[in-house]
Nanobody
Framework: QVQLVESGGGLVQPGGSLRLSCAAS????????MGWYRQAPGKERELVAR???????TYADSVKGRFTISRDNAKNTVYLQMNSLKLEDTAVYYC??????????WGQGTQVTVSS
């Protein structure tokens, strides 16, 4: 069964931190690069960060130096540590394999709201 369960979002002030978690089923997680994506209101979904099975990471310029993606292959879980959050980081955050395809299943996501 395909499963993606994101958690850890919430309301935080600018400059604050959050740690997101994503539990994925083995069919999605195993041997795949994984990514964190986000979709802000009125905007398309975008890739924020990705990590290969072996741990090589890549970040969008907008989050470089502030976000850290990691994974625990034994637990089929990927994490996103978000520091120095900005108003423009407000979005629903999703995880999925990278690259993703049009037919991929997506979970519910987790809402991150940065507001003073």
């Amino acid at each position: 069964q395909v499963q993606l369960v994101e958690s850890g979002g919430g309301l935080v002030q600018p400059g604050g931190s959050l740690r997101l978690s994503c539990a994925a089923s083995g069919s999605i997680f195993s041997s795949n690069a994984m990514g964190w994506y986000r979709q802000a209101p009125g905007k398309e979904r975008e890739l924020v960060a990705r990590i290969t099975w072996g741990g090589v990471t890549t970040y969008a310029d907008s989050v470089k130096g502030r976000f850290t993606i990691s994974r625990d292959n034994a637990k089929n879980t990927v994490y996103l540590q978000m520091n120095s959050l900005k108003l423009e980081d407000t979005a629903v955050y999703y995880c999925n394999r990278w690259p993703s395809y049009g037919w991929d299943y997506w979970g519910q996501g987790t809402q991150v709201t940065v507001s003073s």
